[in-house]
């Protein structure tokens, strides 16, 4: 089969042909045909030696996919051939306190050794098996395309969940596809007094056609803002991960608001903040890793929202066939746009998806 294979050691990411095709093993695993799969912030941070990866041997990289089932463990009773499928690339040990008090996102012998596509070979591939605790059936209307994107929504939903209630007055910075999903699920959930910042004039392009009546400026401009003594924000959901935007989002939060770090920062960033305006506002920060079973969730999202939000055409994501991955735009743009300053804000595109046809 084809597959793009991720090798630590050298730093290379290699297409290959020839990969041969993944095997059921265990009675509990699945075989998936994959459809699509995205190409996540976390893909570029690795494939740039930022992140952790499976150091042992080149692992297929892509942990957000969507795809059909063709073949079944013996032990598999609630998943048949044919069913569509996204796939939880996340899963705790089941044994540490973390796990067995609900919390497996906290688990560290599981999350940071089985993540599929991560530590495991994952999406960016025709084939990929998983066990059937972490794939979850999607309902026959929603489309594969719009299924590849359930895993950063359960992200989103997990984040949505822990930060209630969120006030009225919401601050989203960055508005690469996170903030462009975060954009439609504030939509229809009946927000309205919603700003969006984003430093890439391709990306505010995409976020401003959604056209959902919210507010869409550049990073400058609410730098600017703050300068001259904006108004605060009841909640700021920084999907950046940039350092700058994080401090500028930490002194607009509102007297008992919140601050949510959803994006990710590389584990070596540092920001600097006055505690002081943490006490005086009484402003709770939020760390949000990942999506404890979230999922199911996020696929009720997507069926929810359905075409009116989330056509990949509306969402700014262009889509590839898996032997392009060296196309212009793919990853030679992106990872030469985030080198000269390190930012996230200077990506130039929004999330890819590759097709696997
Ligand atoms: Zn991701
Ligand atoms: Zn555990």
Redesign the pocket.
Known sequence: MQALLFNNKTKELTFKEDQPLPKIELGNEVLIKVAYA?V????LHITEGQFMVQEHFPVILG??FSGEVVEIGKDVKTLKIGDKVVVDPNRGCGVCKHCQSGHPNYCAPGYEANTIGIYKHGGWANYCVAPVEQVIKAPPGIELEQAALA??LS?ISHAYDLIQPLGDRILIQGGGIIGILWMCVLHSKGFRNVTVTEACESRLRIAEHLNLGFRVIHADRLKCEVEGGCEFFDAVIDCSGNVSAIELGLTIVQRGGKFCMFGVSPPGATVSLKPYIIFQREIRVYGIRVNPYSVPKAVDIIESLGKKYLTLEHLGVRVYKLSNYNSTHVFNDISHDLMPLGSSHLRKNQKFTKVIS
């Open positions: 995205g996540c912030g976390t893909d942990h957000e895993e950063p992200c």
